[in-house]
């Protein structure tokens, strides 16, 4: 086996993983919001225009995301000290 089939693979169990986790709801939530923002993805916006293929920032759908990851993350507390870090750094 290649060592791109090999990560498919691992890939392909992480997911499955992760399904498991976050239980049938949390599927459908995540795939409901995937395909709103794949229904949005031509959108009209003001202001600056997106590059080509980019979708408009959903700030709630982001959160709502972001929100049910923490939930099933390993370590949530240790993950969200590491991403205020990073985003301080970045907001500087």
Do not use: C, W
Not at 4 to 11: F, S
Not at 23 to 35: D, F, N, Q, R, Y
Not at 48 to 59: E, F, I, K, S
């Amino acid at each position: 086996m290649s060592d791109k089939q090999k990560a498919i693979e691992e890939l392909k169990k992480q997911r499955q993983l992760a399904r498991e986790r976050i239980g049938p709801e949390g599927v459908k939530k995540l795939e409901k919001m995937a395909a709103d923002l794949q229904k949005n993805r031509n959108m009209t916006v003001s202001g600056d225009a997106l590059t080509d293929g980019m979708v408009p920032y959903d700030r709630k759908a982001a959160l709502e995301a972001f929100q049910i990851f923490l939930k099933n993350h390993g370590d949530p507390a240790e993950f969200e000290r590491r991403l205020r870090e990073m985003i301080a750094k970045k907001s500087h």
